[in-house]
């Protein structure tokens, strides 16, 4: 079963404006929660993570917000560029049963000038 | 500072084959994990390897196999291929066991005819 879920599999923005990802988890159990970037043919890059005892991260235009009660998470890009039009990865893991990630199918996010 | 290594990039084989892919992980990291991504089932975690140890395992058959060597590098190893085994292969590596985050390689698509 798809313990991590991103309901859309697509998003268009227009350049300079706000990119807003969303992904949603079953397990209760997850305690830590990474951001994934992919381009076609390329492997998945890391971008952006947070640990359950935190509700915000920050990382240059990138912010990743965490809502534990909501099961909850989004990914905020300010402001959107072209480049960054990728396959936007959620992924969850659980630090005392392994430290295996579990994934979101993504959303492919499109950046238009 | 090089990046995770797969190897090959591409290849074809077909029911019944086995195969093998290689990784080697970013100079200096000792836990590489292995991933399969299919268009149905996104990324889903196959197994994780640190010290020439299998430390977790994801939800295969028998037939997904991996070993780890003294250099860090990787292999896996699959068996019996079936048409459903075609798919994009990643590794991915970290520092330590149980750190993140992962890095991933570029992958090997794996295609079954």
């Known amino acids: 079963d798809q313990q991590v879920k991103q309901n859309s599999p697509s998003l268009s923005v227009q350049e300079g404006r706000i990119s807003i990802l969303n992904c949603d988890y079953t397990?209760?159990?997850?305690?830590?929660f990474l951001w994934y970037k992919k381009y076609p043919a390329e492997g998945p890059t890391f971008l952006i993570s947070?640990?359950?005892?935190?509700d915000k991260n920050e990382d240059g235009r990138f912010t990743v917000f965490l809502n534990k009660s909501a099961k909850h998470l989004s990914l905020h890009i300010v402001p959107s560029q072209p480049g960054d039009s990728a396959v936007y990865f959620c992924?969850?893991?659980?630090?005392?049963?392994?430290?295996?990630?579990?994934f979101g199918k993504g959303t492919s996010l499109l950046v238009t000038p | 500072k090089a990046g995770v290594t797969q190897t090959p990039r591409y290849l074809i084989k077909t029911r019944g084959q086995q195969v093998t892919l290689s990784c080697s992980p970013i100079s200096g990291h000792r836990s590489v994990s292995w991933y399969q991504q299919t268009p149905g089932q996104g990324l889903q975690f196959l197994f994780e390897?640190?010290?020439?140890?299998?430390?977790n395992k994801g939800n295969f058959p028998g037939r997904f196999s991996g070993r780890q060597f003294s250099n860090s590098r990787s292999e896996m190893n699959v068996s019996t291929l079936e048409l459903g085994d075609s798919a994009l292969y990643l590794c991915?590596?970290?520092?330590?066991?149980?750190?993140?985050?992962?890095?991933f390689g570029d992958g090997t698509r794996l295609s079954i005819l």
């Open positions: 947070i640990s359950s005892i935190k």
């Open positions: 991915a590596s970290s520092l330590n066991a149980g750190q993140w985050p992962q890095h």
């Open positions: 397990n209760s159990m997850f305690d830590y």
């Open positions: 992924a969850a893991a659980n630090s005392n049963s392994g430290y295996a990630l579990n």
């Open positions: 390897y640190f010290s020439e140890t299998q430390r």
